[in-house]
């Protein structure tokens, strides 16, 4: 019943996965080359920046010697001639620096700036050609700064040179940068182009995937969370309408799901049961204490089923048969499911019959299997403790003409209300039993010495000549009453009782309404016992 519900939940997670794959290896994609798409732009823009920079540091280290050059000729003579003619050999060597790593992209000296076609346009084609023009530009200024300050003059040859060729120069540099940045302009203008279609096919792409992915996918998620939530509901119909107590709770035995059958039976609502711990709310009662529900259920097998009584909220007891259930899921226990019924009728009809099996109907007395039970345990008892103990058996005198005068119901009725007699005149812990008939039987337990049973015996004469009224009648009854004393009369229990019915035979044979004790009789051999054998 379970495993076609598991098996479609694991095709649609599957399925789900995988798309979810799918859209986020086309999103990692397009990012990717929207990423590197960008890095071309900073770095072009980079390379950009750095042309530039080189380009005006060129235009200005020209400027910059030939300035030098002709502050050199007019320090002639003077103590500033040497520090010109450094600054100026400085300046040279700078010059030839930023070329070098403009024209031949030497990344040790500067910045990480690269070549272009543009650059080699300008500094290596007609009619521009300005690296030749810088290299000649510099020899001519190593040149004059080498000269000697004797023999500088103004008319020197490389002096004209620098001073006429430097405007051309900065002309020829300008071009070289404008060149370069239109170039550059041409190139971030086509990989914006494609950043700007990444980001298009992106976001088509995600549109693509939020119709034809996430909205299928949210539908199906809609679907199966109000699927869990229909058969949610239908548990807890079930769950809510089934006679029996149900609690769920999780593999640390914290309460998830109480019903009303077990909130009722229990006295707990849901609100203060769910969560809270199950010995909170589960108490089993024992001799002389509380026992711990919560180990039976963690040392259950897979499946136990027992009766117990259970501690009701409000401190009462309530007798249940329960049934406990472990959770699996992948081999692991991950909860419990507790069963239980209330068996108070049935306890109560058990208890019913066995007092029936035990008790006589009519007047609720013990009956002769239950008076059989006790005399074997006070035999046992008197035994070990050496105490004398009586049998006293006794039959209503009269008894039969009331049952055929009046009627069984009235018969009945005197029958009650003797029994009620004889158990007032005698304690606790004796036993008053009927056995049948007018026939009763009693067992008088601990006993002092024999004269305490003719003492009761004559309580239970007086009684019982006391009137009885019934139906407007006023009806009289007496009882003969034969005894036998343990250990005077014998140890066996059917000796006693037989010996005992001996003696109240011959009451009845020798007037009725009194007693006679067995030992009296065998002393005066007025009793012929039939029960020698015993």
């Avoid at 040279?92 to 790593?101: C, K, R």
């Avoid at 300050?149 to 071009?175: I, M, W």
Wanted: charged fraction near 25%; proline fraction near 3%; charge should be negative.
């Amino acid at each position: 019943m379970t495993a076609a519900p598991t098996t479609n939940l694991e095709t649609f997670t599957s399925g789900v996965a995988a798309k979810y794959r799918i859209a986020l290896g086309l999103i990692a994609i397009l990012s990717c080359i929207a990423y590197f798409s960008l890095s071309a732009v900073i770095e072009e823009e980079e390379n950009s920046a750095a042309v530039v920079n080189l380009s005006g540091r060129q235009r200005m280290l020209s400027q910059r010697i030939v300035l030098l050059s002709r502050e050199l000729l007019d320090a002639k003579d003077t103590k500033l001639f040497e520090t010109y003619k450094s600054r100026l050999q400085q300046g040279i060597q700078l010059m030839e620096e930023a070329h070098d790593l403009l024209v031949h992209n030497d990344n040790e000296l500067l910045s990480p700036a690269k070549s272009s076609p543009a650059i080699t346009d300008v500094y290596f084609s007609h009619p521009h050609e300005v690296d030749r023009w810088v290299h000649r530009f510099l020899e001519r200024a190593k040149a004059f700064s080498e000269i000697p300050d004797s023999e500088l003059s103004r008319d020197d040859p490389n002096l004209n040179f620098l001073t006429h060729v430097a405007p051309g120069l900065l002309v020829s540099l300008d071009k070289a940068v404008a060149s370069y940045e239109a170039q550059s302009r041409e190139k971030v203008a086509r990989i914006l182009l494609v950043e700007k279609s990444v980001l298009g096919f992106t976001l088509l792409v995600l549109l693509l995937e939020a119709f034809f992915i996430f909205q299928p996918t949210v539908n199906q998620l809609r679907g199966k969370a109000n699927e869990l939530l229909r058969s949610r509901k239908r548990f807890r119909a079930i769950a809510s309408s089934i006679g029996e107590g149900l609690i769920v709770t999780d593999c640390s035995l914290n309460i998830l799901f109480i019903n009303p059958s077990a909130q009722r039976l229990l006295g707990w609502t849901h609100t203060e049961a769910v969560e809270s711990p199950l010995d909170n709310v589960v108490q089993e009662f024992a001799e002389p204490a509380t026992a711990n529900f919560s180990r039976t259920v963690m040392n259950s097998l897979s499946h136990l089923h027992d009766e117990t009584r259970f501690i009701q909220r409000d401190g009462s007891t309530l007798p249940v048969s329960y049934a406990i259930t472990q959770l699996y899921e992948e081999g692991e226990i991950t909860g419990y499911i507790i069963t239980f019924k209330d068996i108070s009728e049935r306890k109560r009809h058990e208890e019913q019959i066995k007092h029936m099996a035990y008790h006589d109907t009519l007047t609720n007395l013990p009956n002769r299997r239950l008076f059989t039970d006790r005399l074997k345990l006070e035999l046992s008892r008197a035994k070990r403790d050496q105490s004398p103990l009586g049998i006293m058996f006794l039959d209503l005198d009269g008894f039969k003409n009331i049952n055929d005068t009046l009627g069984h119901d009235t018969g009945d009725e005197v029958l009650q209300v003797v029994s009620q007699r004889i158990q007032s005149t005698v304690r606790e812990c004796d036993t008053v039993a009927r056995l049948g008939g007018d026939e009763f039987i009693l067992l008088l337990a601990g006993l002092e010495n024999k004269d305490c049973a003719s003492s009761v015996a004559t309580k239970i004469i007086e009684s019982l000549k006391q009137p009885i009224h019934s139906n407007g009648a006023e009806l009289f009854i007496n009882t003969s009453i034969g005894i036998s004393i343990y250990p005077l009369d014998g140890d066996c229990g059917d000796s006693l009782i037989a010996k005992a019915d001996c003696a109240m035979y011959r009451v009845k044979n020798s007037g009725r309404d009194g007693y006679a004790l067995c030992a009296n009789l065998r002393a005066n051999n007025d009793c012929a016992l039939s029960c020698m054998g015993h």
